[in-house]
């Protein structure tokens, strides 16, 4: 059973919002509504002054805080390293949105549900590659099982030493970065 996972080049990250666009389109949400989020951080001072951008979303972690304090188990990991929700079972108490360390839980007031990133789970279901990965145009984003070494995110993880963001946290997050 594969492990799914995301690798984020943030060295080849130029801001676009292409991957957050496509997020939205792909799940019909609300332009206010984000599942995967770019932060952007000033550095240096003027006249030398540039930008770094991170993506953030669910980071579909192995030890899923947001997995332990839900009280319905509407919160769950599946055996391939998807951190989803079950929406009928969801009675809105915002725990699972309170415990995410990412921030990574987005509200919807008017389902009186959160959502989040699902990895696109219904387009790797059927072979297809999720939204962000595909719209990325400038091949920042890649997908695939972290559990076969001979896999691209894989391979990238070690010749390009990416990182878990926040691996203080021992949440086990699946998305990688290389900065």
Not at 45 to 72: G, I, K
Not at 97 to 107: D, E, K, M
Request: charged fraction near 25%.
């Amino acid at each position: 059973m594969a492990r799914y996972g995301l690798v984020v080049d943030l060295t080849k990250c130029v801001g676009c919002s292409s991957c957050t666009v496509a997020c939205q389109a792909q799940w019909e949400l609300e332009p206010e509504e984000r599942w995967l989020r770019l932060e952007i951080q000033e550095e240096g001072s003027y006249p030398a002054v540039s930008q770094r951008f991170t993506t953030v979303q669910c980071m579909h972690c192995d030890d899923a805080p947001c997995v332990r304090v839900c009280p319905t188990g509407a919160n769950y990991k599946r055996k391939d390293g998807l951190v989803l929700i079950h929406e009928a079972r969801c009675i809105g108490c915002k725990y699972c949105v309170v415990a995410c360390p990412y921030q990574a839980r987005v509200f919807n007031e008017e389902r009186g549900i959160p959502g989040k990133c699902r990895l696109c789970d219904v387009r790797i279901q059927k072979g297809v590659l999720p939204a962000c990965v595909l719209a990325c145009p400038a091949g920042a984003r890649y997908f695939g099982d972290l559990d076969d070494p001979n896999s691209e995110v894989s391979r990238l993880i070690v010749i390009k030493k990416a990182k878990q963001i926040r691996p203080d946290l021992r949440t086990g997050p699946n998305i990688y970065y290389v900065r």
